[in-house]
């Protein structure tokens, strides 16, 4: 007993004194290199203060073991650890890629000797210091006497291909890591690194191939991160025969998939291609990469079929992504995947919609526990559009999208209820119908709910915010919804997104939901039946970007609760019963981009407090009973488009707009104005759309519209303009460079949220967070809009079909003079129209010029003349008129798309013969009428006369007055007794004048 008291007592006393000597703390020299280091920086500054505080010279009473950023080996006392990462003042600029790009204060060259006297140095962390290179002859291979240094970091700095060679001298390196330097031209590691075990050289400029000479060097090496670099291709990655994990995704990999030696990979277990340009099919001989357990090759534009054989080799798989691809054919998936009983993650979302993936033949039993499932926009089951009826046996899921097939049947009830801790579904866009009805269970991990374009049904369940207390991401529009909104919405209090539009919802925005949900952030409740009052005092929603009320039956004034919203970025409450005036607290919302009010019963004039939207981007106002002038104070900069079609607006067009640089769309239609256009217009260098029509503007077309060369719709008809058209119209491009600047895609893209997959190949692959939500780059579903006659009729033009239409209208004015020949030049334009003018001459032969025209108005005006047969030569034309003019001769030939034109394109000229009219043309007119007009050819603008006209008419009267004479005088002999008695004292009368007047001439001259 006394013995084992006394082996316990040398025990305790060996312990005391090993923990003695580890209190002695760091060695002097170390300290003392510490602090070197720290005079070398300018230290980063923090709300607590300055980083690295706890290093203080106080001559060794501290132990620098415990300083911050540093860990000592707790036997030796040695510095084994080095945390200096971001230890410098400078700041992020901006994410790009992958890459991290960094603004510097001030050049940081490092001096490496200041390491020197860690010699037990395991790992150093120096990322995030913009370091740009180090001292001369400093390089790192200085530090050849730190022989245990295992881990070097230097991320985030600027680093060129230099370093590489130097890092040969640390043999001891397992870890190197320059993600986002800036190493550029062909890999090149002449270091012979035989125990680096992993290498990230992600988020540079590297390029070309990878030489298998230098990749030979590695021969231990296990990771390798070549991602976000510019690199095509690989001679023989082979030799990395104890290769585990290659990332070469976001290169320029192109042609097919042949990375020579990428089959020989024996021990690969993740394989990241995804983000380049491959092509071809996927090669069969991945097959052999048996240990494989992460594959992605999404992103790229691999074709043919899936191969069920390939895959179902891969029995270690863990995760896989195909997606965005071009694959083609039907895939199996029950066959890929049968034998596969570790699979967590099926990513495969198509985007050409070739692919038909089919799960349900023949009938199988998944052995595998998936996470996350994604078979989004891939012909899902087509012969029988059922949801995968092996979902039933998955009871692990944590994400599931289906959306974009053709999918039948109810709402998946039990897809929830075996799930319990499911956190993501989207089965949006399918053909989903019934009742949604949720389990009564409380689902606590749900956040995310898509159930958008489908055929749902009936009233939602008046608890499903108590079921979904955590959700923050809901769309249930385009069904058929209907009945009230559950008040219970307002328990979801970490909503962020609510989307129930496209439905027939009824009653009022719920109370509880506008005062509880104060995350909210995006609220579309748009095309309903919903009325009520807008925005009582007991709204509250402090954080909302977004809301769009539109195409309801709201009605009253609008009250003064959104006023909360300060940060409100889009208000879009048109298509109501709204009355009273725009409220001057909008003003107060500087964030706001767009406003849209249109077609409502708002009057009054515009708030002067408007003018504080220096944001604005999209204003429509269309469609009221608003009036005064349009004010001069809406002159933001950053508008492009501008509504005010409908109103009642009054004075001339004001200058304010002409600051506008950035307007595309400019609609005033249907107003009061008066007044010619600004001479200055042309400042609206970018201006798209210019509307004016159905004002009361005059004088002549000013030729400064000219200067306006982005123009593709002009619309001036229905004012009083006068003149002439400018020929210089034919410097504007309508429509020629429409392809080529895609302005009217959507209307606009602003901040909110995207889903995405968030994969982050640091992590693990099944660590890193699936899907995620960000307020990024939301894009509205409203389009902008432009109404436009063409082809006889008024057509809405939006979206980016406004980025090819093309027309210009001067129709219903006081236009004189000839149709300017310069016209024929505007080859990219699709309509044209100058009906009901006073215009003259002739029809110019140039508008066979017009190759994309599809509508022609050249109706009710003075022309004259032949139409020139050369417009035969349009055959895009679908709507032709020249009806009520003066025009004159044969029709054209009724072939292409002539032939389809009727007689109400040419009525109302009374000389034009031809089908389709009734009147044949005559030879003898038709030859009379080819010699007047080759003996006035070139002098038609002497007189404003149809000769064609005339000679007809004059040949054929002289023909039936002779004839009418001739017939008379033929039947009624008193009729002829008197005309020959006329003719004999007519001669008489004339032989004595003429004797007489010789006799007077006679007398004359002899006397």
Request: charged share 15%; hydrophobic share 40%; with cysteine.
């Amino acid at each position: 007993m006394d013995c084992r008291l006394f082996r316990c007592f040398l025990v305790w006393v060996s312990l005391i004194l090993v923990s003695l000597h580890g209190n002695k703390g760091c060695l002097e020299e170390e300290r003392m290199g510490l602090l070197e280091l720290k005079a070398s920086v300018n230290w980063t500054k923090t709300e607590e203060g300055p980083l690295l505080h706890s290093w203080v010279d106080d001559r060794g009473s501290s132990d620098c073991c415990v300083w911050e950023r540093v860990v000592c080996n707790p036997s030796t006392g040695r510095v084994i650890q080095l945390s200096l990462d971001d230890i410098r003042e400078s700041y992020i600029d901006y994410f790009k890629s992958h890459s991290i790009y960094y603004i510097q204060q001030s050049i940081w060259f490092l001096n490496v000797s200041l390491f020197n006297p860690f010699e037990e140095l395991q790992h150093l962390n120096l990322s995030m210091n913009s370091f740009d290179g180090w001292q001369l002859n400093e390089g790192f291979e200085r530090l050849s006497k730190l022989k245990r240094l295992e881990v070097l970091i230097l991320d985030g700095n600027h680093f060129n291909s230099t370093i590489l060679p130097s890092l040969g001298a640390l043999t001891s390196l397992k870890n190197v890591s320059l993600f986002s330097n800036r190493l550029d031209g062909p890999f090149s590691s002449q270091a012979k690194l035989s125990n680096l075990k992993g290498l990230n050289l992600s988020a540079n400029r590297l390029n070309g191939s990878l030489p298998a000479q230098e990749l030979a060097n590695l021969i231990n090496l296990e990771i390798l991160y070549l991602n976000g670099n510019e690199l095509i291709g690989t001679s023989s990655i082979g030799v990395l025969s104890s290769l585990k994990a290659l990332y070469l995704d976001t290169n320029k990999f192109n042609g097919a998939l042949v990375l020579h030696g990428l089959c020989e990979l024996k021990n690969l277990q993740e394989l990241d291609l995804r983000l380049n340009n491959i092509s071809g099919i996927i090669p069969q001989c991945l097959s052999n990469l048996t240990s494989l357990r992460m594959l992605d090759l999404s992103k790229n534009q691999l074709s043919g079929n899936i191969s069920s054989s390939l895959i179902s080799c891969l029995t270690s798989l863990e995760y896989i992504d195909l997606s965005y691809n071009r694959f083609e054919g039907k895939f199996l998936f029950n066959e890929a995947f049968a034998n596969h009983s570790m699979l967590k993650r099926v990513i495969l979302q198509n985007g050409d919609n070739k692919l038909e993936v089919e799960t349900e033949y023949p009938s199988w039993a998944p052995r595998f526990q998936l996470k996350v499932l994604v078979l989004s926009n891939c012909n899902l089951n087509k012969r029988t559009s059922v949801i995968p009826t092996f979902l039933s046996n998955q009871y692990d899921l944590s994400a599931v999208d289906l959306s974009y097939n053709t999918l039948n049947g109810r709402f998946p009830t039990w897809l929830v209820e075996n799930n319990t801790r499911l956190e993501y579904l989207s089965l949006g866009k399918n053909s989903l119908k019934g009742h949604f009805q949720l389990p009564r269970h409380r689902y606590i991990y749900i956040y995310w709910i898509d159930l958008s374009n489908n055929y749902f049904d009936g009233e939602l369940q008046e608890n499903i915010g108590g079921i979904l207390p955590n959700l923050e991401y809901l769309n249930l529009s385009r069904n058929a919804l209907k009945g009230d909104i559950p008040s219970s919405i307002g328990d979801m209090r970490k909503l962020i997104s609510l989307d129930l539009s496209n439905n027939n919802f009824s009653g009022e925005i719920p109370e509880h939901l506008a005062v509880a949900c104060t995350s909210l952030q995006l609220l579309r409740l748009s095309s309903n039946r919903l009325s009520g009052q807008l925005f009582p005092a007991y709204f509250n929603l402090p954080w909302l970007l977004f809301l769009h009320l539109d195409n309801n039956q709201f009605m009253g004034n609008i009250l003064d609760g959104l006023s909360k919203s300060s940060g409100l970025q889009t208000l879009d409450i048109g298509n109501n019963c709204i009355s009273g005036k725009i409220p001057s607290w909008m003003g107060n919302f500087t964030s706001l981009k767009i406003l849209i009010v249109r077609h409502n019963f708002l009057e009054g004039r515009i708030p002067k407090e408007l003018s504080e939207l220096y944001q604005l981007d999209f204003l429509d106002i269309s469609q009221n009973n608003l009036s005064g002038s349009i004010p001069s104070f809406l002159n933001s900069s950053n508008l492009r488009y501008g509504h005010f079609q409908g109103n009642g607006f009054t004075g001339p067009i004001p200058k304010s707009f002409l600051n506008s640089s950035s307007l595309l769309t400019l609609d005033i239609r249907d107003n009061n104005l008066s007044g010619g256009i600004p001479s200055s217009i042309d400042a609206l260098s970018n201006l798209r759309i210019l509307l004016l029509k159905g004002n009361n503007l005059n004088g002549p077309i000013s030729s400064d519209l000219c200067k306006m060369k982005n123009i593709s719709i002009m619309d001036l008809s229905h004012n009083t303009f006068s003149g002439s058209i400018p020929p210089c119209f034919n410097n504007i491009t309508f429509g020629r460079i429409g392809a080529l600047k895609h302005e009217f895609m959507q209307v606009p893209m602003i901040n909110s949220f995207l889903r995405y997959f968030n994969y982050d190949p640091k992590k693990s692959f099944l660590d890193s967070t699936f899907i995620d939500t960000l307020p990024f780059m939301y894009e509205l579903d409203e389009q902008e809009q432009v109404e436009f006659i063409t082809k006889s009729r008024s057509s809405f033009y939006e979206g980016d079909i406004l980025n090819f239409m093309s027309g210009l209208d001067l129709s219903s004015n006081n236009l004189t003079g000839d149709i300017p020949y310069e016209l024929g030049e505007l080859n990219g334009i699709h309509a044209l129209n100058l009906s009901r003018n006073h215009l003259a001459g002739s029809i110019p032969k140039t508008l066979s010029n017009l190759k994309n025209i599809e509508s022609l108005d050249l109706s009710h005006n003075k022309l004259s003349g032949e139409i020139p047969s050369e417009l035969s030569r349009l055959y895009a034309l679908e709507v032709f008129s020249v009806a009520y003019n003066n025009l004159s001769g044969k029709t054209p030939d009724m072939k292409a798309q002539f032939g389809t034109f009727d007689n109400t394109s040419y009525e109302g000229n009374a000389f034009l013969c031809g089908p389709p009219l009734q009147n044949n043309c005559s030879p003898t007119v038709e030859s009379l009428h080819k010699s007047i007009t080759f003996s006035i050819e070139g002098n038609d603008n002497i007189l404003d006369i149809d000769f064609v006209a005339f000679s007809s008419s004059f040949v054929g009267s002289y023909i039936v007055l002779l004839l009418g004479f001739a017939t008379i005088l033929f039947i009624n002999p008193y009729c002829r007794h008197m005309w020959f008695n006329i003719i004999d004292t007519g001669i008489h009368s004339c032989f004595h004048f003429v004797a007489d007047t010789i006799d007077k001439l006679s007398t004359c001259v002899y006397n």
